[in-house]
Nanobody, 115 residues
Framework: QVQLVESGGGLVQPGGSLRLSCAPS????????MNWYRQAPGKQRELVAT???????NYADSVKIRFTISRDNDKNTVYLQMSSLKPEDTAVYYC?????????WGQGTQVTVSS
């Protein structure tokens, strides 16, 4: 069973920055896409950002320009750099990995944007 270990969440003031990390227990090359989702209280889980095995990226309109997804193949880790954070970015953020036959989820990390 693949495990995705997330880290980097926390409390930050509006306008601040955080970087989330996601480290799969298997080679990152196994997955054709790595994603970050988030779920705010009372809302559905939404796709925030995607990076493919070829390095292509895609973002939700609400986070474009402010968030950057990247991958470090040597460290076998995917990152979500979040800048200019807003209170509406408050949510549990989940890492997701997609392989040809399955998908896997991390346990989630809380991001709270508040003054």
């Amino acid at each position: 069973q693949v495990q995705l270990v997330e880290s980097g969440g926390g409390l930050v003031q509006p306008g601040g920055s955080l970087r989330l990390s996601c480290a799969p227990s298997e080679s990152i090359f196994r997955f054709y896409a790595m994603n970050w989702y988030r779920q705010a209280p009372g809302k559905q889980r939404e796709l925030v950002a995607t990076i493919t095995g070829g390095g292509s990226t895609n973002y939700a309109d609400s986070v474009k320009i402010r968030f950057t997804i990247s991958r470090d193949n040597d460290k076998n880790t995917v990152y979500l750099q979040m800048s200019s954070l807003k209170p509406e970015d408050t949510a549990v953020y989940y890492c997701n990995a997609q392989s040809p036959t399955s998908e896997y989820w991390g346990q989630g990390t809380q991001v709270t944007v508040s003054s």
